[in-house]
């Protein structure tokens, strides 16, 4: 019999600070092409605020567009905590039915005060701010309007270590374009109000973990879309239990909150793979907007664990050949779907998966809620007892490839 030596993680981790209280609270509804993910901070009155927008755009949607062929909504995030104190979140907000409505809400919180800041308790002097926002905007949109350039808002913004992001409407531009318009002024051009904290990394090497197979045995790839989240831990837990793994295909803008859980996803031999960074509606996608969904999702996976990965899973199972030709990236969907997000009980799951596996499946789950948490064990353990093993979706091509060449 021979065997095969397969390589399931990779060398170097790196350990990055985060804290246990957050969490992401995360609505895909793969049929009506919503995908919503926002962070939960453990501050009762910025979380309130941020569900309350976050519901209402949800609530106005669906009434809205509920007559419109494929209508998808899409809210991301970005969350930055400045300090100890000073919690900067940021929603975009993207709609597209017969338009493309695209918009930023902004929540600044100081822990401290108990208070939402505005850009005056942010920036000295609002005065080189404007003249910075005006000089970038004019380089960067000839076009640009400038009758509206009298009237800069600065209530849409994000911050990061080297830049204030300031998001404007579309209407400055003479066409009519939907594009949120951003200008990257940089930190050290202004006189700030609050100190910015900078990241800090630091490295942490593991051993590689490796694989002894049968390539002629029975093999099954468990996946797991849509996560991470709070419950992927409990999902983990189980397959190390278990001898078990599984590849976990990954929503970039959540990986940051879930550090800890992505490598020990890598440490216990399980592999990543990328899911785009804010679950958009891929064949709508411009190439460049395409491949900004690719790229921050590796740069996130990367800088947090080491490894890169190889495999792509496209958002709701759409995909065309002209996206395929913008990466290098393997595309992967699956034959097995557990529908755990829709059908939401334990027994109909297994119901769905275990009759339809055969040799060399690749099933589908979502660790974004509970649901796959509440079935896996028993999916192990009936498919151990029909004698499957269990492969990353890496090894599994590798096998099927070794197989065709016999």
């Given amino acids: 019999m021979k065997k095969i030596l397969l390589i399931s993680v990779c060398l170097i981790l790196v350990i990055t600070t985060?804290?246990?209280?957050?969490?992401?609270?995360?609505?895909?509804?793969?049929?009506?092409?919503?995908?919503i993910n926002y962070p939960i901070t453990g501050i009762n009155s910025?979380?309130?605020?941020?569900?309350?927008?976050?519901?209402?755009?949800?609530?106005?949607?669906?009434?809205?567009?509920?007559?419109?062929?494929?209508?998808?909504?899409?809210?991301?995030?970005?969350?930055?905590?400045?300090?100890?104190?000073?919690?900067?979140?940021?929603?975009?907000?993207?709609?597209?039915?017969?338009?493309?409505?695209n918009k930023i809400k902004t929540f600044t919180y100081d822990k401290k005060t108990k208070k939402f800041l505005s850009m005056e308790d942010i920036v000295q002097d609002l005065d080189v701010l404007d003249y910075n926002i005006k000089k970038e905007l004019l380089e960067k949109y000839k076009e640009a309007d400038m009758d509206?350039?009298?009237?800069?808002?600065?209530?849409?913004?994000?911050?990061?270590?080297?830049?204030?992001?300031?998001?404007?409407?579309?209407?400055?531009?003479?066409?009519?374009?939907?594009?949120?318009?951003?200008?990257?002024?940089?930190?050290?051009?202004?006189?700030?109000?609050?100190?910015?904290?900078?990241?800090?990394?630091?490295?942490?090497?593991?051993?590689?973990?490796?694989?002894?197979?049968?390539?002629?045995?029975?093999?099954?790839?468990?996946?797991?879309?849509?996560?991470?989240?709070?419950y992927t831990n409990e999902i983990l837990d189980i397959l190390k239990k278990n001898d078990a793994c599984g590849t976990f295909f990954v929503v970039g803008n959540k990986v940051d909150f879930y550090d800890k859980t992505l490598i020990k996803m890598v440490k216990n031999g399980n592999e990543i793979g990328n899911h785009s960074y804010s679950h958009k509606w891929l064949n709508r996608l411009s190439p460049d907007e395409f491949k900004n969904e690719i790229d921050k999702t590796q740069n996130e996976v990367k800088?947090?664990?080491?490894?890169?990965?190889?495999?792509?899973?496209?958002?709701?199972?759409?995909?065309?050949?002209?996206?395929?030709?913008?990466?290098?990236?393997?595309?992967?969907?699956?034959?097995?779907?557990?529908?755990?997000?829709k059908v939401k009980r334990k027994d109909k799951i297994i119901k769905n998966v275990i009759p339809n596996v055969k040799d060399g499946s690749i099933i589908l789950f979502h660790d974004n809620h509970e649901y796959a948490a509440l079935a896996i064990k028993s999916v192990i353990d009936e498919l151990y007892s029909e004698g499957?093993?269990?492969?990353?979706?890496?090894?599994?091509?590798?096998?099927?490839?070794?197989?065709?060449?016999?």
């Fill in 388 to 406: 499957y093993k269990f492969v990353t979706v890496s090894e599994l091509l590798e096998i099927k490839e070794l197989r065709e060449k016999e």
């Fill in 303 to 341: 800088r947090i664990t080491g490894f890169t990965p190889k495999l792509f899973r496209p958002t709701y199972g759409g995909y065309t050949d002209r996206l395929k030709s913008y990466t290098d990236l393997i595309f992967v969907l699956w034959d097995v779907d557990s529908s755990d997000w």
């Fill in 148 to 230: 509206f350039l009298s009237n800069i808002s600065y209530d849409y913004f994000t911050i990061d270590d080297e830049n204030l992001t300031i998001y404007i409407g579309p209407a400055i531009l003479k066409d009519s374009s939907s594009e949120l318009i951003y200008l990257d002024i940089p930190l050290d051009t202004l006189d700030m109000l609050i100190d910015i904290d900078k990241a800090k990394n630091s490295d942490n090497y593991l051993h590689i973990k490796k694989r002894n197979i049968d390539y002629d045995d029975k093999v099954v790839a468990l996946t797991f879309d849509d996560g991470p989240s709070k």
């Fill in 18 to 35: 985060g804290c246990n209280k957050k969490e992401i609270k995360s609505e895909i509804n793969e049929d009506k092409h919503i995908a």
């Fill in 46 to 101: 910025l979380d309130d605020a941020i569900s309350a927008y976050v519901n209402k755009t949800c609530n106005n949607f669906k009434k809205k567009y509920k007559n419109y062929n494929k209508p998808e909504l899409n809210i991301s995030y970005t969350y930055k905590e400045l300090n100890n104190n000073i919690i900067n979140v940021s929603l975009n907000t993207e709609i597209n039915a017969d338009k493309k409505i």
